[in-house]
């Protein structure tokens, strides 16, 4: 077997094994699970409580009935009953656990009603919120018809306004594909920034690690610095594909499963009813093109530490640009299409998020991602064949500091004269 | 095959690290390098494999140059002795010798012969960082010479070892030179590469001071060394013609001379003077070679 495939062989297989890679990838598919069964669980919680139960005092005598009515239309889990003793009875019957809350309803001077609400903390607002929210339908009512206005009247003033946004460029996205799109772009945009950020780092605390631990020398006497390092690169980066599948595959999967009760709630928002293909295909691009491009970067950060303690210190600059692209694109989210974020997609470093997240949001002439994909790969040579002369002098380099001028001193290691 | 380093230079900016060296290693053949930190041993050893390139001059061995795809027939032992912390001695072991381009069943195999005859069997499956300072050596040595090597480079293989364990891994070293490896050591120990090496070079430097043959280099160095051990007092003779230095210890004096008549005329000297419990003509060490050549003690 040629070593390359050895290194990468050894380099995965090695990672796959190890305990905080199998623990991160457990708990994170705990948290999919978790997530994409949201509603399952809730209702699990849920079925041991019988709701909340609310006591009214009604001093008009009047509001009570339609009152509850309308509550229980909405949260059928919120029980009103009328209580028959007075203020204070009820008061102590809450504070004794009876009743989870008090409401007091009665008629102002202009026969419209008001309330108070008592319950023991008021911490939690979507019960007052609720009621209130019921109380202030009843006093629309009633004032309506105080005002002798007809059901269709009211109707017809509460009717909400036609707006619809029309784009007159022939593929421009619909706004409600835009709204798709933004949520899909945005889970996925989530998604390339941890993982570039995430295999980055492990890259370089690979090399450090060797280096740090005096094994680089064996290494590098065996296989060359440039084999080893790009081994290392698609070892890591096959690891990340495997983890990705993984988590993706059992994500793809409850999603499915629990899709029913997921119909028109929050996920719907984020545009997974209906996944365009091509935003998946670029996602998946970029999030490669992303990683080769960090993960080179990486490797030959972390050939020029000696020690590993110096290794966070050593690639912040690098975070910096991952999180400064990532900023950028959750800003261009809201507005795609300014000048600045436009620009700022052909910079290769911030490439693999802005441009995948204008190709996925806006119609964009086939070559600009193209053009940008171009650069990508240019950029990722060029970073390579600079990083492979770094590392290569880095890797026997043992000093006490870690400043970029370590860079220069590396590439005179391997320089001829 | 033949190692040959010609004219070799390296700089790493305006310091000189090795300067116009030029050796001539012989196959099946140990090669000492002497030299204090900094003389440019480790330099010269990383040239030779090709991890760095040299300003100047040309390494070959048998005619070729040393690279990657030579890397098969060589072996090395790094002054910074490293292996990975948390891999098990076996799955590393077998791990860099596939990286040498051995088979992964004799590789295995191997390995098991040499923890046996280093009576640590039961370290295969033991994480590095589990074993100590010493037992690690032994497993770094298995390392450089599982793949059978034909060059074998040690830098500095026996520093921080005991006695028992230096015995056990010269005797390693030993026998494979027996069985034709050649192989090049750098120590700061004296002895071991005037016991272990035909040839050798003293560095200073960058520089080499002193090479060639053992058995020439004390040759031609001509000064030899009278230890004499005597009831009356030796010190007159510090004044004798042909007495270069002198050291005064508890039993008698040891006096290092210009050439073996003067012994001679030593003996003829003092035999008049009382009795004689002691009187020996000893070879030059390499101690007192390089104290010569670099005009500072070495350790």
């Known amino acids: 077997m040629n070593k390359f495939w050895i290194i990468l062989a050894h380099t995965y297989m090695s990672k796959l094994k190890s305990k905080s890679f199998i623990i991160t990838t457990a708990v994170t598919l705990l948290i999919i699970l978790g997530l994409t069964n949201l509603s399952n669980v809730m209702n699990y919680f849920n079925k041991g409580e019988s709701g909340e139960e609310i006591v009214v005092v009604d001093e008009s005598g009047a509001l009570f009935s339609p009152l509850k009515e309308q509550v229980e239309a909405v949260n059928e889990d919120i029980k009103l009953t009328q209580f028959t003793g007075d203020e204070e009875a009820a008061k102590t019957a809450i504070r004794e656990g009876e009743y989870d809350g008090l409401l007091l309803v009665r008629l102002n001077s202009v026969n419209l009603p008001e309330a108070t609400y008592h319950a023991m903390t008021i911490a939690d607002t979507t019960i007052a919120n609720e009621v209130k929210n019921s109380l202030q339908q009843l006093k629309t009512q009633l004032a309506a018809t105080q005002m002798e206005l007809s059901p269709e009247e009211l109707a017809k003033l509460y009717e909400p306004v036609e707006f619809e946004q029309l784009a007159l460029e022939k593929n421009a996205k619909t706004e409600e594909e835009l709204n798709q799109a933004r949520g899909l772009v945005y889970v996925l945009l989530f998604v390339i920034y941890f993982s570039v950020i995430l295999y980055a780092n492990m890259i370089a605390m690979e090399v450090a690690t060797e280096k740090s631990s005096r094994v680089m020398e064996i290494l590098i006497s065996s296989v060359s610095p440039i084999k080893q390092m790009f081994a290392k690169i698609l070892g890591i980066g096959l690891l990340s594909i495997t983890q990705m599948a993984v988590l993706l595959g059992v994500g793809y999967a409850s999603i499915k499963q629990n899709l029913d009760t997921m119909q028109g709630g929050f996920f719907s928002f984020f545009g997974f009813g209906d996944i365009p293909l091509a935003t998946i295909v670029y996602a998946v691009v970029f999030f490669i093109l992303g990683y080769f491009l960090y993960s080179t970067l990486a490797a030959f950060l972390g050939s020029l530490v000696s020690r590993i303690e110096d290794i966070q210190q050593m690639i912040t600059p690098m975070t910096m640009l991952i999180v400064a692209g990532f900023m950028i694109a959750m800003f261009g989210l809201g507005q795609p299409e300014t000048p600045f974020i436009t620009i700022s997609s052909y910079i290769p470093f911030f490439a693999p998020m802005l441009m995948f997240m204008r190709v996925g949001m806006l119609s964009l002439p086939i070559w600009e991602p193209i053009l940008a994909i171009a650069i990508l790969i240019v950029t990722i040579i060029l970073l390579a064949i600079f990083g492979a002369r770094v590392y290569r002098g880095g890797v026997l380099m043992y000093g006490r500091s870690t400043s970029f001028k370590d860079i220069k001193k590396a590439l005179q290691l391997t320089k001829n004269k | ?299």
Request: proline letters at 4%; a neutral charge; hydrophobic letters at 40%.
């Open chain 2, 1 to 299: 095959m033949v190692l040959k380093i010609e004219n070799i230079t390296k700089r790493f900016g305006t310091f000189t690290a090795v300067n116009n060296l030029s050796l001539t290693i012989p196959e099946r053949e140990m090669f000492g390098f002497l030299g204090a930190n900094g003389a440019g041993k480790t330099t010269t050893f990383r040239m030779i494999l090709g991890l760095m390139d040299s300003s100047e001059g040309l390494i070959t061995w048998g005619g070729k140059p040393i690279n990657y795809s030579t890397s098969r027939y060589i072996g090395y032992l790094p002054e910074e002795r490293g292996l990975y912390p948390k891999l098990k001695v076996k799955e590393q072991i077998v791990y860099l010798a596939r990286l040498r381009g051995m088979e992964k069943g004799e590789a295995q195999k191997e390995l098991e012969n040499w923890l046996e005859r280093f009576k640590v069997p039961e370290y295969a499956n033991k994480k590095v960082e589990e074993l100590s300072k010493g037992n690690q050596q032994k497993i770094q040595f298995i390392a450089a010479v599982l793949h059978k090597p034909e060059l074998l480079i040690l830098d500095e293989p026996f520093s921080g070892l005991d006695p028992v364990n230096v015995e056990l891994l010269k005797e390693a070293v030993l026998d494979l030179k027996k069985n034709g490896t050649t192989i090049v050591f750098s120590s700061h120990r004296m002895e071991h590469v005037e016991e272990m090496c035909e040839h050798l070079c003293i560095m200073h430097k960058g520089a080499p001071v002193v090479h060639g043959s053992l058995r020439d280099i004390k040759k031609s160095f001509g000064k030899k060394n009278v230890v004499i051990h005597a009831d009356f007092s030796l010190d007159f003779l510090k004044e004798f013609p042909g007495v270069i230095k002198h050291k005064k210890t508890a039993e008698g004096i040891h006096l290092q001379i210009t050439g073996e008549e003067i012994a001679e005329k030593l003996l003829k000297e003092i035999v008049p003077y009382g009795f004689i419990r002691k009187f020996a003509l000893e070879e030059p060490s390499l101690n007192d070679i390089f104290i010569e050549k670099v005009g500072a003690s070495y350790e």
